[in-house]
T-cell receptor
Framework: ETGVTQTPRHLVMGMTNKKSLKCEQH?????MYWYKQSAKKPLELMFV???????ENNSVPSRFSPECPNSSHLFLHLHTLQPEDSALYLC?????????????FGPGTRLTVL | DAKTTQPPSMDCAEGRAANLPCNHS???????VYWYRQIHSQGPQYIIH???NNETNEMASLIITEDRKSSTLILPHATLRDTAVYYC??????????????FGKGTTLSVSS
């Protein structure tokens, strides 16, 4: 596998369920990101990790809980979500946080909350 | 934080050059201009970035005005597969540790035969 992979690609869950989204990057990068893309809205940055430490939590509700166990893996744990949380969740990575480093995106997880 | 302004949509004939404009009049001296695109139902894809000078790679060219207040992304020979939403982004500071991508609404480019 190369690049940034995300699993699952599609997820349907009820409001009382607990699920996790997984992201893995095979690029040797040190920074990883979670973004949310709702229908007809711009991508929104959710979380940023650098060297497994969270450097930004962009006012995201606590029902979203990120985890970065190592520089290659990033998780987004979900619990008691709302229907308005239905969206495409995108993971990205970059060599470092510096402004001149481009970000590489995964294909996303399409989440539907019933 | 610098913001960008892009036209909501553009059309281009296949084989012709697509010139996508972007205004970023409040850009700071150390902020880079990035272009990404997103094909329907896929993750965004990096295209090109620049600071002051014009840049070219295998995908596109980036022309930045001398005052850095605007830029143009050029796809020299557009194909149907270039149909996508194109985002012009100025990298902004994130705490003191790095930067984040702030996406706007982008320009929807439609390439037709």
């Amino acid at each position: 596998e190369t690049g940034v992979t995300q699993t699952p690609r599609h997820l349907v869950m009820g409001m009382t369920n607990k699920k996790s989204l997984k992201c893995e990057q095979h690029l040797g990068h040190n920074a990883m990101y979670w973004y949310k893309q709702s229908a007809k809205k711009p991508l929104e940055l959710m979380f940023v990790y650098s060297l497994e430490e969270r450097v930004e939590n962009n006012s995201v509700p606590s029902r979203f809980s990120p985890e970065c166990p190592n520089s290659s893996h990033l998780f987004l744990h979900l619990h008691t979500l709302q229907p308005e949380d239905s969206a495409l969740y995108l993971c990205a990575s970059s060599q470092a946080l510096a402004a001149y480093n481009e970000q590489f995106f995964g294909p996303g997880t399409r989440l539907t909350v019933l | 934080d610098a913001k960008t302004t892009q036209p909501p949509s553009m059309d281009c004939a296949e084989g012709r050059a697509a010139n996508l404009p972007c205004n970023h009049s409040t850009i700071s001296g150390n902020e880079y201009v990035y272009w990404y695109r997103q094909i329907h139902s896929q993750g965004p894809q990096y295209i090109i970035h620049g600071l002051k000078n014009n840049e070219t790679n295998e995908m596109a060219s980036l022309i930045i005005t001398e005052d850095r207040k605007s830029s143009t992304l050029i796809l020299p020979h557009a194909t149907l597969r270039d149909t996508a939403v194109y985002y012009c982004i100025v990298r902004v500071g994130l705490n003191q540790a790095g930067t984040a991508l702030i996406f706007g609404k982008g320009t929807t480019l439609s390439v037709s035969s």
